[in-house]
């Protein structure tokens, strides 16, 4: 069936750094993907709507500067933490759904981002 | 606006009991989507049930089974006979009939003790 694959599932970056994370569809293509965040003992929020080949849509309280996304292709989309500071540790996890509607949705496995 | 409001933060029970997680939605669509989801430590998502809001029937897969009552807006996921693989979050999600975003409950832990 469909899946949605992340990379990379744990990464540790220093402050100040940037880090990527990849979503990709394996076997379908996804117009639109979705980015949440999750902190610890929270529940999942979303934080943006991947648009392939337009601008990211994203949340209230959501900086598009410091969560980069690019949808380049559509099996592919990218989450840039960029200047990366210890709060943005978190377990981030991306959606992608078939069809328009009454179709199934499927969440990449999650990354645990820890910035030190 | 949507909501979805899961009202047990954590249960405890201990292994065979049955447990009832409560899920609790708002939205003024009159399609609609609803989820459950299962998170264990490892974090990610597993696919449970989906609901359309057209159909009330109730569901049994195995152990599990839904009771979707759209006049109270609520969609409760009981577990038979609870064993203790049964121990991880479980997150109660709505989706309207435009686009694919989830709109997550808070999530209820569930600890089965043997």
């Known amino acids: 069936g469909a899946v949605v694959s992340q990379h990379p599932s744990r990464v540790i970056c220093k402050s100040g750094t940037s880090v990527k994370i990849e979503c990709r569809s394996l076997?379908?293509?996804?117009?639109?993907m979705f980015w949440y965040r999750q902190f610890p003992k929270q529940s999942l929020m979303l934080m943006a709507t991947?648009?392939?080949?337009?601008?990211?849509?994203?949340e209230q309280g959501v900086e598009k500067d410091k969560f980069l996304i690019n949808h380049a292709s559509l099996t592919l989309s990218t989450l840039t933490v960029t200047s990366a500071h210890p709060e943005d540790s978190s377990f981030y996890i991306c959606?992608?759904?078939?069809?328009?509607?009454?179709?199934?949705?499927?969440f990449g496995e999650g990354s645990w981002l820890t910035v030190v | 606006a949507q909501k979805v409001t899961q009202a047990q933060t954590e249960i405890s029970v201990v292994e065979k009991e049955d447990v009832t997680l409560d899920c609790v939605y708002e939205t003024r669509d009159t399609t609609y989507y609803l989820f459950w989801y299962k998170q264990p430590p490892s974090g990610e998502l597993v696919f449970l049930i989906r609901?359309?809001?057209?159909?009330?029937q109730n569901e049994i897969s195995g152990r599990y089974s839904w009771n979707f009552q759209k006049s109270t807006s609520s969609f409760n996921f009981t577990i038979t006979a609870s064993q203790v693989v049964d121990s991880a979050v479980y997150f109660c999600?709505?989706?309207?009939?435009?686009?694919?975003?989830?709109?997550f409950g808070g999530g209820t832990r569930l600890m089965v003790k043997p």
């Open positions: 959606s992608a759904g078939v069809g328009i509607s009454g179709n199934t949705i499927y």
């Open positions: 991947s648009n392939e080949g337009s601008k990211a849509t994203y």
């Open positions: 999600a709505l989706r309207s009939n435009a686009g694919n975003m989830l709109t």
């Open positions: 609901r359309n809001s057209f159909d009330e």
């Open positions: 076997d379908f293509q996804a117009t639109t």
